[in-house]
């Protein structure tokens, strides 16, 4: 993957995830590396297949002056020897001197998800944390139950943990 061409486009202006939403799902790891280094390699998306196996790709439409845009990604749920194919449409931001990167979906069955990567420095490392927050799908009678029993705790935290744990191992090897 290629990294997108720089833009003048001013970013994505996507403020902390909000409280309050139906679903609220956290994954979190100590990385052992610095906190820079482990947002690098996760703000450089358009990298993260030739880490993460689950994922199939990452492909920019659209490039902001921050590194964000509007990013297309796509990604596996292993099932034991099956995969579910996933795929989602998302705004991204991104905040080199805090640091963070959010993300606000777009397209896809997880539209109007907000996501938040941080990195807190500790003792050891680096406290990698993503957390999502959504409302669920507009779906009559089943959105909630669709949200809070299935796409959040079995497709959001099992690909975010996927994610996370092998975007640690690279921060590590590099450290």
Do not use: C
Not at 32 to 57: S, T
Not at 78 to 92: A, K, Q, R, V
Not at 96 to 121: K, L
């Amino acid at each position: 993957m290629t990294s997108p061409l720089h833009s003048a486009a001013a970013p994505f202006v996507l403020g902390p995830p909000p409280t309050g939403r139906l679903v609220t799902t956290v994954d979190e790891l100590v990385v052992r590396a610095p906190a820079q280094r482990i947002f690098e390699v996760a703000a450089a998306v358009e990298h993260w297949p030739a880490y993460l196996p689950h994922y199939r790709y990452v492909r920019f439409r659209e490039s902001r002056r921050d590194g964000g845009g509007i990013v297309e990604m796509a990604a596996n749920r292993p099932f034991g020897p099956f995969n579910w194919p996933t795929w989602w449409l998302s705004e991204m931001a991104v905040n080199r001197e805090v640091p963070w990167v959010r993300f606000r979906h777009i397209g896809g069955v997880t539209t109007r998800m907000d996501v938040e990567w941080s990195f807190t420095p500790v003792d050891g490392g680096t406290l990698a944390r993503i957390v999502h927050v959504w409302d669920g799908p507009k779906w009559p009678l089943i959105g909630p139950f669709a949200a809070t029993q299935v796409i959040a705790p079995v497709f959001v935290h099992g690909i975010a943990s996927r994610t996370l744990a092998g975007l640690a191992k690279v921060a590590e090897r590099a450290s």
